[in-house]
T-cell receptor, first 117, second 113 residues
Framework: EAGVAQSPRYKIIEKRQSVAFWCNPI?????LYWYQQILGQGPKLLIQFQNNGVVDDSQLPKDRFSAERLKGVDSTLKIQPAKLEDSAVYLC???????????????FGSGTQLSVL | LAKTTQPISMDSYEGQEVNITCSHN???????ITWYQQFPSQGPRFIIQGYKTKVTNEVASLFIPADRKSSTLSLPRVSLSDTAVYYCLVAYPAEGSQGNLIFGKGTKLSVKP
């Protein structure tokens, strides 16, 4: 079974530039999550999709971050404009059903490491 | 703000048993406790999940007391490849939502030869 795919693996940009990350969840997984992981910290949930609808985006900095999941499969996370403090690993995860309801385990991709200079 | 508390780091030697304890005082009645393992440059990976008492799989054991306010991940006979960060994860209740998944800073386990 293929895992969660993410690209690119690494990205280096200058502050105020824009960047986009792509995620393809495990086939059939309805719920998709984007996490931000700053060095030395645990992953922090940015946004959760159920199919193509947003379930929770309370911690997404909406003035600069946006995410979409058109057609309920692939997802894209965008940052525009980037700040130095956005340097982190951006992880995508998926579950078959909503975690809260079924306590299912999260399947993570390897992440995109973003460096903002 | 993380609602779980774990030791920041632990050291062990190959072949020893390692126990990592997590405190979670405000766990919801229906929530499970889940542990994840993360190697450098990889996403976290599920290790084990439990609700109460004891759960064992091919990788680890999870001990949960009756009050469920803490849990202990037990790794038997660790090897160098068990060097990683271990996260304890529970979902905390939040009004009007499905609850928040909160990762703490995790426990960095270093296994030495």
């Amino acid at each position: 079974e293929a895992g969660v795919a993410q690209s690119p693996r690494y990205k280096i940009i200058e502050k105020r530039q824009s960047v986009a990350f792509w995620c393809n969840p495990i086939s059939g997984h309805a719920t998709l999550y984007w996490y931000q992981q700053i060095l030395g910290q645990g992953p922090k949930l940015l946004i959760q999709f159920q199919n193509n609808g947003v379930v929770d985006d309370s911690q997404l900095p909406k003035d600069r971050f946006s995410a979409e999941r058109l057609k309920g499969v692939d997802s894209t996370l965008k940052i525009q404009p980037a700040k130095l403090e956005d340097s982190a690993v951006y992880l995508c995860a998926s579950t078959l059903s909503p975690y809260r309801e079924y306590n299912e385990k999260l399947f993570f991709g390897s992440g995109t490491q973003l460096s903002v200079l | 703000l993380a609602k779980t508390t774990q030791p920041i780091s632990m050291d062990s030697y190959e072949g020893q048993e390692v126990n990592i304890t997590c405190s979670h005082n405000n766990i919801a009645t229906n929530d499970y406790i889940t542990w994840y393992q993360q190697f450098p440059s990889q996403g976290p990976r599920f290790i084990i999940q439990g609700y109460k008492t004891k759960v064992t799989n091919e990788v680890a054991s999870l001990f949960i007391p009756a009050d469920r306010k803490s849990s202990t991940l037990s790794l038997p006979r660790v090897s160098l490849s068990d060097t990683a960060v271990y996260y304890c994860l529970v979902a905390y209740p939040a009004e009007g939502s499905q609850g928040n998944l909160i990762f703490g800073k995790g426990t960095k386990l270093s296994v030495k030869p």
